[in-house]
C-alpha cells in the first residue's frame, strides 16, 4: 500500500534470471614484497553494495531497460596469479 492513497501496487508477473559468468580480475598493488601484496588481493574483491547495484540499474532504465538487477555475487578463486612484475 502507498501511504498517501492507500492503494495496493501492483507490478506485472515476472520471472527472476540468474546468470553465472566467469570473472577475470587484475588488481595492482605497491608493497614491499609479493607476499604481501598477495596477502591484500581478497580484500578488495567483493559484490557491489546495494548503492552501486540501483546506480546501475538508473542508468539501465535510462537506456531503456525494464529488467532490474536485484542482486550480484561474487565467489572469488582463491588462487592469486602474479601476471606482472
Do not use: C, H, Q, W
Not at 604481501?36 to 531497460?65: D, F, H, K, Q, Y
Amino acid at each position: 500500500m502507498t501511504a498517501k492513497t492507500g492503494a495496493v501496487l501492483r507490478f506485472p508477473a515476472v520471472e527472476e534470471f540468474a546468470f553465472e559468468v566467469g570473472l577475470v580480475a587484475r588488481v595492482r598493488v605497491r608493497a614491499a614484497d609479493e607476499a604481501s601484496a598477495r596477502g591484500v588481493v581478497s580484500s578488495v574483491i567483493g559484490a557491489p553494495g546495494s548503492a552501486e547495484i540501483t546506480l546501475a540499474n538508473e542508468g539501465n532504465a535510462a537506456l531503456g531497460s525494464d529488467a532490474v538487477v536485484t542482486a550480484v555475487d561474487f565467489i572469488a578463486d582463491r588462487k592469486v596469479k602474479l601476471v606482472r612484475r
